[in-house]
């Protein structure tokens, strides 16, 4: 039986919350009749009506435009679950803790680069190592991890990895207050002794990218983007071997905890109580990998100053390499919402999705306070990221929520099956991207074609009112794992 769909308007439908009799909360999809094409194909709408029926979650279960399958959850999916009467899943926020995006702005032009770009693509996966298991060449000490666990991006910057204004410019100062190292494992913390500041395998990736199209210029402005053919870096990636061990070890201890959530749908949905024992060590668990992630990011951001400096024999600062943001797109959030005219105590699950909080918000700090601070949402290396900020009604809509990219149309089993690595090096080629990776078979499962079309996801994104686009940008050079 195929999940029902009611259109609500041009780029929201609803599943009826009397599709199933479990169902606590309606699903809530936001996407195009062309986007929901691909989504059909796969389980992605039934993982939405499975998240419906977990207990405490309120208003509903939502998901993105780039919504494809998950573990558990879908990938773009949203659920908000009541403090006190709820719970916490490790299916909800995926096993990439803080994967997400951080983005750099350049007083650079693509002319001042032209001639440099594959020597700095090539310095650059020289000094950021990426592939499937790749490693630190120097090591941090057992007692510098624990500092990364516990206070994020303050680590990085008394290390000289970064400077105080990346903090500030880093969702949560990039140190988030319930991080609780004493609950990541031992296996955890070896497996991330050797990977920070490194890219990994799969869909992250480190990409060079020109400014193509700005559609709000005073917006842009204010995030630093002044114009088109500027320069700017965008890095994607997460926690790494240590965020994935955190998830395989609460979905391990889940299977045996008195403190779980029983009788939920789907395995894979395996949840603690939030005030439980065990709820409450995966989010000390969850928040310290999720510091280690933007640690993680950090580390590369610095080296990426390194290699521009390098090549082009300048100091970041006199090239202008500043951070635009840094933000996380796979988290459990404690926030404050209104639902149903209530102010409510939530915890916040964006799985593939991405905090779009508009101006106004107290969690925005100083810098964002009366603007929103940037949404960053890149696409594939064949085609443009966006930079967008949160619309206002978009608090009432998904909780301040965005989609996270263009999301997978084809499996990595599908895109192997349909490109070769000269097919996808050919066409990177007329786009005039230059490539470096450490895998052939990656360079294919992330093929152009892979993913959904991020133009016609960004054009549901803005009909939904989550958020708004504020400059485009394309790839000119890319490493990938």
């Known amino acids: 039986m195929s999940v029902p769909l009611n259109r609500v308007d041009d780029y929201t439908y609803e599943i009826p919350v009397t599709y199933d009799n479990y169902m606590n909360v309606p699903g809530l999809v936001y996407s195009s009749p062309k986007l929901l094409g691909d989504v059909l194909d796969d389980n992605a709408l039934q993982q939405v009506v499975n998240v419906a029926t977990l207990p405490g979650i309120v208003k509903a279960s939502i998901a993105m435009p780039d919504i494809h399958w998950g573990y558990g959850f879908p990938i773009g999916g949203v659920a908000a679950f009541d403090y006190d009467e709820g719970l916490v899943s490790p299916g909800g926020v995926g096993y990439d803790i803080n994967c997400g995006v951080s983005l750099l702005r350049t007083d650079l032009k693509v002319d001042d680069i032209k001639g440099s770009i594959k020597d700095i693509v090539n310095n650059i996966y020289d000094l950021v190592p990426a592939g499937l298991g790749s490693r630190k060449k120097t090591r941090v000490s057992e007692q510098a991890l624990e500092q990364v666990l516990s206070t994020g991006v303050k680590w990085a910057i008394s290390e000289g990895f970064g400077t105080e204004r990346d ?78 061990q955190v998830a395989t070890d609460y979905l391990k201890i889940l299977g045996t905890s008195p403190d779980s959530v029983q009788n939920v749908r789907d395995r894979q949905l395996m949840s603690a109580h939030i005030k439980t024992r065990t709820g409450q060590d995966y989010l000390g668990a969850m928040n310290a990998a999720a510091n280690f992630g933007f640690v993680n990011r950090q580390i590369i951001v610095h080296n990426v100053r390194k290699a521009f400096s390098k090549v082009l024999g300048s100091d970041f600062e006199s090239l202008g390499i500043r951070l635009v943001y840094s933000l996380a797109h796979n988290i459990a959030k404690v926030e404050e919402h209104q639902v149903g005219g209530r102010r409510m105590k939530l915890v916040v699950h964006r799985k593939g999705a991405t905090r779009a909080f508009p101006a106004g918000r107290p969690e925005l700090g100083e810098v964002f306070r009366e603007t929103g601070h940037p949404v960053l949402i890149p696409g594939d290396m064949g085609s443009a990221s966006y930079v967008l900020v949160g619309n206002r009604e978009n608090l009432e809509r998904s909780f301040g929520s965005s989609c996270h990219g263009a999301g997978r149309v084809l499996s990595r089993k599908a895109s192997l099956r349909t490109f070769t690595t000269s097919d996808v090096m050919s066409k990177l080629e007329d786009y005039g991207v230059y490539v470096k990776a450490a895998s052939r078979r990656v360079l294919v499962e992330e093929a152009p074609g892979s993913y959904k079309n991020i133009d016609e996801v960004i054009e549901a994104v803005q009909g939904a009112r989550l958020a708004d686009p504020v400059a485009r940008l394309v790839p000119i050079g890319v490493v990938k794992g």
Do not use: C, W
């Open 167 to 244: 903090a500030e410019y880093t969702e949560a100062d990039g140190s988030l207050p319930l991080a609780n190292p004493s609950k990541v494992s031992d296996q955890a913390r070896r497996r991330g002794l050797s990977q920070l500041g490194t890219l990994g395998a799969g869909n992250h990736f480190l990409e060079i990218q020109k400014v193509d199209e700005i559609y709000d210029r005073e917006m842009a402005g204010k995030f630093g983007i002044t114009g088109k053919n500027q320069i700017t870096i965008m890095i994607h990636t997460g926690s790494r071997g240590l965020g994935h």
